[in-house]
């Protein structure tokens, strides 16, 4: 791999908010194409000290390979409402993401940054991509319709280069345009309770294939398929209890309910024919063939 470096910087020295008080900032970086990179490190430097007018603005900016969508899901609920963030950190089209908060205004404090991934692991980060570009998005939120600026950030990327065909950077870039579709509105989670975690989740009886029973039992690893002594010797199973745990086996329950009574619905695989189907018959009807060697039917 060819390790390449990248420095860049977005330089803004006034802009003004929409009437929701919001601005959107996008530095393209070019590159070279047919290339599958890994960005192992990236690092940032704030030049400049940005006018705040409340002391409450916020920054957020996002590394991509394509810009990044504002989404319709909120960046803070607590006064001040800011709506429309930029997408999650954890998403696939996500190389880089921090977000600032400003300082108070007439006043000399630097912006403090949380970023994804941290410090301590951007620096060996291990995110690919194939697109020939590179784009920082910055979204600022403010008072609405008022002039900001003096916005100036650095940044530098360190990349691991590895030549690839036509094809593969082609799928590559596909892939990266589709990622960056993000949705207007995520839900990624489901509302749960106690009781649902012990019965449904931990563990997975209510809907198939282990018995809670069994799962508890101290002699589960001996007893789970057919019973057999775990301490003494070993009793025999007749025929007939054996056909009847395969009974068991085939028996039919409620959706939400463990498969099978005290047996799990696989028992029937690999068994001999003789129990799976019952009783061979003792002395069977003696076959009678005609001429041409067909078996004659009655």
């Not at 930029?86 to 205004?105: E, M, N």
Request: proline letters at 5%; hydrophobic letters at 35%; charged letters at 20%.
């Amino acid at each position: 791999m060819a390790i390449s470096y990248v420095k860049e910087t977005i330089e803004v020295k006034s802009f003004e908010t929409n009437d929701k008080g919001e601005a959107i900032i996008v530095r393209k970086i070019n590159l070279k194409g047919g290339k599958r990179r890994q960005l192992v490190q990236v690092d940032f430097f704030e030049d400049a000290i940005p006018y705040t007018e409340s002391g409450q603005e916020a920054m957020q900016f996002v590394v991509s390979a394509y810009p990044s969508i504002p989404t319709a899901m909120r960046f803070s609920s607590n006064p001040p409402t800011i709506d429309d963030r930029l997408v999650a950190a954890g998403d696939d089209s996500v190389l880089f993401k921090a977000i600032g908060k400003t300082g108070s205004a007439n006043t000399w404090e630097p912006t403090q940054y949380t970023q994804f991934p941290s410090k301590e692991i951007s620096a060996t980060n291990t995110s690919e991509f194939y697109s020939d570009q590179l784009y920082i998005t910055l979204k600022w939120d403010g008072q609405p319709e008022v002039a900001y600026g003096n916005i100036a950030l650095s940044f530098l990327f360190v990349f691991n280069e590895v030549n690839v065909n036509n094809l593969t950077a082609t799928l590559g870039k596909m892939a990266e345009q589709h990622d960056a579709m993000c949705a207007l509105y995520m839900s990624t989670g489901h509302m749960t309770s106690q009781t649902i975690l012990r019965g449904n989740t931990f563990p997975m009886w209510r809907y198939g294939g282990i018995r809670s029973e069994h799962t508890i039992s101290p002699t589960a690893t001996n007893s789970f398929f057919l019973d057999i002594d775990t301490r003494d010797a070993e009793e025999m199973s007749t025929t007939a209890q054996i056909r009847q745990t395969v009974a068991d086996a085939r028996a039919m329950s409620a959706f939400d309910e463990a498969f099978g009574d005290r047996r799990p619905d696989w028992l029937t695989m690999d068994l001999n024919q003789g129990i799976i189907a019952g009783p061979t018959r003792a002395d069977p009807i003696p076959l009678k063939y005609a001429d041409n060697g067909n078996t004659l039917m009655y």
